[in-house]
């Protein structure tokens, strides 16, 4: 076992935070694991990752002791639905009194979004946020919804990573006039967006380019997005082959499937990031290798839909993020109950019918939910595992609960028996922004009293819009 990250390097003599006590499960290519290690970090870069006996030399101006405690990379949420989050639980309800109309997103979820002014928004972000971090992710990739720029500000606030997105449709029937737009506004809206967050003077938050679905976004919207994305170097978020009725829609309308009628508009390559992408064929599947678009598999949402080749998408190299898909539509933000969910269901899928005992692993599926999460979201050399060099990106998790001893294998650990209500300590960008449970960065009494003043005002626009 290495006693630092590969790079030869010895402890540094000063660094701005020390982690140490803890044991390190780096998720990196060797899949690097250290019992009793310290973590350096400058800035916002880790530095120096060893044994703890090493760090003893090092003058640092904090040093957290973390005996107890495993440090791994903090998780990725490849798609989420920021201004959805106030929605929590109100759908479930809903249904237990009446029958629900589909597809929901167009009958529920975009009418919620609809009745939000900027300052919902921005309070619906500190609370997807916090909740995040809280269950250890440490970087998000927003789907796309209302006032984004208010996203980004509640991001700033609470000191999480993430790309936030604009809700964009300008065709279909049924959605709410404020959600619409022409194709030249959508365009030079979503344009504007990604520029404005690439001047500022910082790069945690950023902005991405966003299409709800094919259904909603005309073809000259979807074909100018995609150059757009290639002329900014940036990413494109999408929902794509999530549905039996968008799949019937493409075949209906361009006499393709989507993969092959984004492909065919010029739309399909590195900057797409498909969420979902269930219903797939073989043969769309032979498009993603060899176009390389990211995938994001939520799966809570996911094995209501259809039968997803994650195992078969991940070892073909793909890019693939794991993703909650907001609280409004499944509940939890925890990353990790998404990744024990998708091993169950992976191994329904690709190992059960063929008496394929052990098709994957917890401890795969935690490399989607970081490395795969990290790539997908275009930022694997800077995040997804614990590397000298990388970004201090790095959660503290318990190893010594009654359900985690004796704690043998960190590894297993965090893949198998680790939930978010585990994490304890949360660094972002070489910030401590959660420290034993308690946030440092904003305060949660205020959000709750926000939450009560104003819920009662947004339910009520709610039930008036979708009545």
Not at 47 to 70: L, N
Not at 126 to 147: D, K, Q, R, S
Not at 173 to 190: E, F, Y
Request: net charge negative; aromatic share 6%.
């Amino acid at each position: 076992m290495e006693s630092h990250l590969n790079d030869g390097t010895t402890a540094p003599s000063r660094a701005d935070l020390v982690v140490r006590g803890c044991d390190a499960v780096c998720l990196d290519a060797p899949d690097t694991v250290l019992r009793d290690a310290a973590i350096a970090i400058n800035g916002n870069r880790i530095v120096w990752i060893g044994p703890a006996t090493g760090s003893a030399t090092i003058a640092a101006r904090k040093i957290i002791e973390a005996p107890g405690r495993i440090a791994m990379p903090g998780l990725i949420d490849g798609h989420v639905h920021t201004a959805q989050q106030l929605l929590r639980g109100r759908i479930a309800a809903l249904a237990r009194r009446r029958s629900l109309k589909v597809p929901i997103w167009k009958n529920y979820l975009i009418p919620f979004e609809a009745v939000l002014e900027p300052e919902d928004v921005y309070l619906s972000g500190l609370a997807c946020y916090a909740n995040m971090i809280m269950v250890g992710t440490t970087c998000f990739a927003e789907a796309g919804g209302p006032h984004p720029d208010e996203m980004g500000r509640a991001a700033l606030d609470v000191g999480i990573r993430g790309f936030v997105s604009l809700n964009t449709a300008d065709q279909g029937q049924g959605l709410p006039p404020a959600m619409m737009m022409t194709t030249d506004a959508a365009l030079a809206a979503n344009v504007d967006l990604v520029e404005r967050w690439q001047t500022q003077d910082q790069d945690r938050v950023q902005a991405w380019l966003s299409l709800r679905q094919i259904m909603v976004c005309s073809p000259e919207l979807i074909r100018d997005m995609a150059g757009a994305a290639r002329e900014l170097d940036t990413k494109l978020h999408t929902h794509l082959c999530e549905g039996t009725y968008e799949i019937d829609y493409a075949l209906e309308h361009f006499g393709q499937r989507p993969p092959e009628f984004m492909l065919d508009i010029g739309a399909f390559d590195r900057h797409l990031h498909c969420a979902h992408s269930v219903i797939l064929t073989n043969e769309d599947i032979d498009l993603y290798t060899r176009n390389q678009p990211s995938a994001c598999h939520c799966a809570f949402n996911n094995y209501h839909i259809g039968w997803p080749q994650l195992l078969l998408m991940w070892r073909r190299g793909l890019d693939v993020a794991l993703g909650t898909d907001g609280a409004a539509a499944w509940g939890s933000l925890d990353i990790f109950q998404v990744a024990h969910a998708a091993r169950i269901g992976q191994q329904l899928v690709a190992g059960t019918p063929t008496h394929h005992r052990t098709v994957t692993s917890g401890e795969e599926l935690i490399h989607v939910a970081a490395n795969g999460g990290a790539r997908a979201l275009a930022l694997g050399r800077d995040i997804g595992s614990l590397e000298a060099g990388k970004k201090a990106d790095i959660i503290l998790v318990t190893a010594d609960d009654i359900d985690q001893l004796p704690p043998a294998d960190p590894l297993f650990t965090v893949g198998n028996t680790v939930v978010g209500r585990d994490v304890q300590t949360v660094i972002v960008d070489g910030r401590v922004v959660m420290r034993d449970r308690l946030l440092e960065t904003i305060d949660l009494v205020e959000i709750r009293r926000k939450l009560d003043a104003r819920m009662p005002i947004l339910l009520e626009r709610f039930n008036a819009m979708i009545s």
